[in-house]
């Protein structure tokens, strides 16, 4: 048995009223408005943080430059120093074989085991 398209519409037109009347209009406003709103902030939020990262990212390119040159100066030191405490152990240890006297027992030796190790790489 199916209905004719009059039918149809009729039954779907109470079916829609009988919904409309669990719902009261007014909460349906309230709903809305305070949908409206939230958008509102969401919207101003959203351009709040739009502009922080904006401010953030010419930040970070104005640092970024001069931390790159700040680490490769640090680097530079780095292999400087390593040169020359490997230049001042060799002298050390050329000073120790050539006056072995001049040496208390051991002084040189706990000096030379105080030293980092420069040949091994630290990274």
Known sequence: MEK????TAAAA?????RFRSLVDTGDIGAIRQTQ??????LQDSNAVLTHFNEYSEQCFAEVSNDFA?????????????DHIFLK???????????YPDAFPDG?????????PDLESPLD
């Open 107 to 115: 002084a040189m030796a706990k000096s030379m085991d105080q030293r």
């Open 4 to 7: 004719s398209p009059p039918e």
């Open 88 to 98: 001042l152990r060799s002298m050390k240890s050329r000073l120790a074989a050539t």
């Open 69 to 81: 040159s700040k680490t490769r100066l640090l680097k530079s030191m780095k292999d400087d120093l």
């Open 36 to 41: 409206h709103l939230i958008l509102g902030r």
């Open 13 to 17: 037109a109470e079916v829609a009223a």
